[in-house]
């Protein structure tokens, strides 16, 4: 059974910054695409950002980009997802995602293209 596990959340005032981290053991870890999603109450999930296995290529939404920031620690297998001058209306359950392959494709940003979620982790920023 494989199992992604998702920690960091909280609650923060908006300008803070909060670092979430994923891992999931029993996989590859190392090797697989990994992507965080998440839920603002009301909208539909959408993806944040996607790293692959090392050399490979990054992605950010355009709504994050240049504030959140994906790191990958092969030495601990976790990715993590460092989020600052967050905003209020980034309130939301983070996801984190994997992959049965090592790369984030050009539809990184689409939920079928992962197939080992976690249970999410609530980041609640206040204004």
């Known amino acids: 059974q494989v199992q992604v596990m998702e920690s960091g959340g909280g609650s923060v005032q908006a300008g803070d910054s909060l670092t979430l981290t994923c891992t999931a053991p029993?996989?590859?870890?190392?090797?697989?695409?990994v992507a965080w999603f998440r839920q603002i109450p009301g909208k539909e999930r959408e993806a944040v950002s996607c790293?692959?296995?090392?050399?490979?290529?990054?992605y950010y939404a355009d709504s994050v980009n240049r504030r959140f920031t994906i790191v990958r620690d092969t030495s601990k297998a976790t990715v993590d997802l460092q989020l600052n001058s967050l905003k209020s209306e980034e309130t939301a359950i983070y996801y984190c995602?994997?992959?049965?392959?090592?790369?984030?494709?050009?539809?990184?940003?689409?939920?079928?293209?992962?197939?080992?979620w976690g249970q999410g982790t609530q980041v609640t920023v206040s204004s």
């Open positions: 995602a994997v992959a049965t392959y090592s790369h984030c494709s050009s539809l990184w940003n689409l939920q079928q293209s992962f197939n080992y």
């Open positions: 029993g996989l590859n870890f190392n090797d697989r695409a």
């Open positions: 790293i692959s296995r090392p050399g490979g290529p990054t």
